[in-house]
Each structure stands twice: as C-alpha cells, then as structure tokens.
C-alpha cells in the first residue's frame, strides 16, 4: 500500500506545477499528474497483489474535493472485491465492469457522507485537531450505528439510538455530535442524495424526544477546582522555590490568568517589552480574537529571566522541542500538593469540592480577588479573562493579575 501522505489544501494542489505525480493525501493512494499544461487525478491502488491506476478524471473539473470521494468509493469498491477484473487501457486508466456488489458500495453512505464533508471544511476550521475531534466522536459513536448506512435512510431512531446513551452523561459530547450529525446530513440534501426533514434537528423534532441540554448542563456542571485566593501567596512562594520549565510555564499562567494552550503556545515575537503586553493571536482564543494582556511587575521579571533558545521563538518549549504537554501542569500541581501535606501543611486544595486546585481554577481565583479585593467591574473582569460577554467596555481595558 503506498505510503500516507500529508494531506494538501486546494490552494496547494492549485499551486502544483512541477511535472510528475504528486501524492495529495486524504485517500492513501490519490496522486495528481502534472504533464505540462494537461494535470488529472490518479489512484494507485494494488488488486489481487498486483498495482494498477485508475483514472478518476482531469483537474480542475474535478476538484480535490470530488477527487477524494471518488478515490476514497474506488478504493473501497476494491477491497471488498478481490477477484476483480480490470482491463488497464493505454492511457494507464482502469475501466471495469460494474457489478451489483460495487453498486451497493458506491452507494452515498454516510460515512463516505462524512468524510467527504470534513475534507471540505477543515480547510476553514480553527486548526486540524477540529477534524480530528469531528472524525473521532462520529468514528466511536455514529460511524457503528449508521456508518454503512445510505445517508437517504437515516433515520431520527438511529440517531436517537447514537445520542441516548450519552446525552445525561456526555452532555457536552452528544450536543457536539448531534450538530455534527444535523450539519453532514444538511449537505447531504445540498447535494440531492436525500431529502426531507433532517432527523438529527434540534428545534421541533429531537427537542420533544430529549431533555434541553442547556439544563442538563447547569445540573451537572462542575467548576474547575480553585484556590481560595487568600493562599495565592504560599502557594506562589513553594512554586517559585522550585526549578524547571513546566514550572516556569505554570507561574506564567498564573501571573497572566490564561489558558493552558495559550500558555503552551506562547510566542517570544508576540510580546511587546517596551509596552509590556502580550498579544495572543486570534487562531490561540477561544473567541478568535486578539488578546491584549498587559504584564504586571512580577510577569515581566519573569520574563527577563527565560532562557533564549536560537532558532525557537516559543517562550517555553518542551525539554525536547515542541509544545509542553497540558498533563504537566496538573502533575505539578498535584505534586505541590502532596508535598505540602507531608510538610505538615493544609495543601492547595478548593474547600467547596474538597479537590486539589488545577491551572484553569487559578483563572477562577484571579477572577474572586478582581471582584472581592481589587473591587472591579464585572464586565472588565470578564474581558481580561477572554469571556464571551454580552456588556463590553467601549474601549479597551485590562486588569493585571495578582502577584
């Protein structure tokens, strides 16, 4: 089987020139032929332990898009008939009979339905993890229910058969899913292969058949444990005692009150030393908006003293390169925690859940001495914090966090 390749944009296979076969991704297998000015699509692919290539048509008629649906039908087609017989024509394209059993696999299932509209999107998403989140909720929970399915058969029972078992317990998960149900099945109707009602709609169909998912949330929401801010200061002095990157990331969490990814993805080139900001991209938010967040008196020192690493503009970058791992903050804050209880301590605990306090609750703590010792408006408070809030100040205002 050829190897995987990494899969191009459209923009990119646009942009191909050179003459020769460009592997494209998405389908093991798609490659795009550039021979002078003509280019067309070519999917390799071994039958019965020999390779053949099969013509999928000429670029840019097809578009990548369709491109990969029809290798992705083709290759499927294939595997489910060993003993096919293909006639290879001198121009190197495959033309074979069409057999009832590769009628039925060509058939729009929603799987393939999936697949092909995740292809087209991702493209506009936030970051490839969103169509890795997208493709694995649908592969461990609809992908076994209708998978197979023709996407004109499903049903509202099978997808109340997918979202049933987690809607009370994965409230978060089963609303996502269910969206990206509704949103696969609306192209599906776009493009003519089903018709009528979406089963997978929320208003007027599965709002009678399900609990509302905004009070299934509020019932079992659990905030992310924090400490009381009155124990800031001890916990701020044990961190600082102690050495290490992770450590140092964790403090400039803290003393900044922002996310885990924006900490882990900081960047030396988005801070500004002569104003003392530091402004979070876009693509890092969760509102995907710039973020201005001013640098206290403790955040800058901080700052001066992070060691340099040529050719890396990442503030802090893992003892191997790359990102730090979002588990390292939890780790070491469980392992203040315990520490602190051998040394006769009370450690970092949240007193409400009675749960050790995690690097997202510290946004939380930042947020109670804002409001109860620094005495300011909520509505500042939420916009230092990046929160989606309705009242915005007219201007620009931030809060510095505690040191």
Known sequence: MPKRANEMSARRVDALKREGRHAVGGVVGLYLYVRGNSRCWVLRIKVSGRRHELGLGSYPEISLAMARERAWVRRRACSSVPQLELVISNAGAVHKPVSSVEKRQE?????????????????????????????????KYAFPVIGKVNVAEVSMQQVLQILEPIWSTKTETATRLRGRIESILDR???????????????????????????????????????????????????????????????EWGILTAARSQEIRGARRSEINVALRRWTIPAERMKLEKDHVVPL????????????????????????????????????????????????????????????????????????????????????????????????????????????
């Open 107 to 139: 058939a729009k299932t929603f799987e393939l339905c999936a697949r092909t509209y995740i292809t087209a999107q991702a493209p506009g998403w936030k970051s490839h993890k969103h169509a890795k989140q997208w493709l694995a909720t649908l592969e």
């Open 188 to 250: 599906a109707t776009h493009r003519g292969y089903r018709s009528g009602k979406n089963p997978a709609s929320w208003d007027g169909n599965l709002d009678h058949e399900l609990p509302s998912p905004t009070k299934l949330k509020k019932r079992n929401k659990q905030h992310h444990p924090a400490l009381p801010y009155l124990r800031i200061g001890a916990f701020m002095a044990d961190l600082r005692s102690r050495r290490g990157v992770s450590i140092r990331a964790l």
């Open 296 to 403: 206290s008196e403790a955040a800058m020192p901080l700052y001066e003293s992070l060691p340099v690493i040529e050719g890396c503009d990442l503030l802090l970058p893992a003892p191997r390169g790359g990102e730090l791992s979002d588990a390292a903050f939890g780790a070491i804050i469980d392992g203040m925690h315990e520490a602190d209880i051998r040394r006769g301590g009370i450690g970092y605990l949240d007193p409400v859940p009675n749960r050790i306090a995690t690097l997202h609750g510290f946004r939380s703590t930042f947020r109670d001495w804002a409001a109860e010792v620094a005495f300011f408006p909520s509505e500042i408070i939420e916009h230092a914090l990046a929160h989606n809030s309705r009242t915005r100040p007219r201007r620009p205002i931030s809060v510095e966090p505690c040191s």
